[in-house]
C-alpha cells in the first residue's frame, strides 16, 4: 500500500517547529520521511513570505529543491482554492507552471475544480481528486474526469472518527456508482488522522500522514517532525501484515 507523506499543508509557519516552508526545508523534510517510509509527497507551496504559493516561480524553486533530495519518488503540491480564491485567476496562474510536479491535488468540492483538472491533465500533471463529501464526489463523476485520475483522496470530514468513517462510505458509494475504479487514499485530519488512518490500513485502502493531517503521534504525544510521524504510521501497516 502507499503511505503518502503530507509535510506542511495550510498550517501556519509557526504551528510546528519542524514544519517545512522555505524550498530547502522542503526537501529536507521529503527526504527523511521517505527514509522513514514514504512512498511519495505532498506539500503546499510556499512564498517567500512563508504563505501558501502557485505562483509559477515559486511552485518551480519548491519543486525543483524537493526533487533534487529525492531518488525516484513521486511528488505533489495543493491547488488549493484558498491560495488563489477566483477559480478562473486559478487557472491562470497554473497555466503558468513551466516546472511541474508530478501530481497535483485537485478539491472537488471547490469552484472550477473540473477546469483546473483539466489544464493540470494537458500538461502531464496527474491528478488526485480529493472528495470531502459525497456532492463532492458527485461533482468528479458528472465530469467525466475519474478515469483520468491518477488517484482519489477520500478526505471525510467530521469530529469524530466514527463520523469521519461514515463520510467516506458515502463517497465511496458514489464511486462505486459511478464505475470509477482509480487507487483511492483514506485519510483524516487532527483529531480523526490516526483513527481514520487505522481504517485504512484495515480496509488496504492507501493512506497519507504527516504533519498536514496531524501534529501528535499514535500515543497522543507531540511528533518531532514528519520522518517520526511516517515512522509510526510504517509500523501500524508492517504490524497490519501489510507493506508499504
Keep these: 500500500m502507499l503511505l503518502k507523506a503530507c509535510i506542511n499543508g495550510a498550517r501556519r509557519f509557526d504551528a510546528h517547529p519542524a514544519l517545512p516552508v522555505t524550498p530547502v526545508m522542503l526537501g529536507w523534510a521529503a527526504a527523511s520521511a521517505v527514509r522513514a517510509g514514504a512512498g511519495a509527497v505532498h506539500f503546499h507551496v510556499r512564498g517567500v513570505d512563508k504563505e501558501q504559493s502557485l505562483q509559477a516561480d515559486d511552485v518551480a524553486r519548491s519543486v525543483d529543491a524537493v526533487r533534487r533530495a529525492l531518488d525516484k519518488v513521486t511528488i505533489g503540491v495543493s491547488t488549493l482554492l484558498s491560495i488563489v480564491p477566483d477559480p478562473d485567476a486559478r487557472v491562470a496562474v497554473v497555466s503558468k507552471w513551466s516546472v511541474l510536479p508530478d501530481f497535483a491535488s485537485v478539491n472537488f468540492i471547490e469552484a472550477g475544480s473540473p477546469a483546473l483538472a483539466r489544464v493540470l491533465i494537458d500538461k502531464g500533471v496527474g491528478i488526485e481528486a480529493g472528495l470531502s463529501d459525497a456532492s463532492a464526489a458527485s461533482t468528479l463523476a458528472s465530469s467525466g474526469l475519474g478515469p483520468q485520475c491518477l488517484r482519489i483522496l477520500i478526505e471525510p470530514r467530521g469530529a469524530t472518527v466514527e463520523a469521519a468513517l461514515k463520510s467516506a462510505d458515502e463517497m465511496i458509494a458514489v464511486l ?10 483514506l485519510h ?11 481504517e485504512a490500513i484495515r480496509r488496504g485502502l492507501d493512506t497519507r500522514c504527516g504533519l498536514e493531517d496531524m501534529l501528535t503521534l499514535p500515543d497522543g504525544s507531540s511528533a518531532a517532525d514528519n520522518a517520526a510521524i511516517i515512522a509510526a504510521a510504517r509500523r501500524k501497516v508492517e504490524q497490519s501484515g501489510r507493506q508499504v
Excluded: F, M
Design 176 to 185: 462505486d456508482k459511478a464505475g470509477i475504479t482509480r487507487p483511492r487514499l
Design 188 to 198: 483524516g485530519s487532527n483529531a480523526t488522522a490516526w483513527g481514520v488512518l487505522d
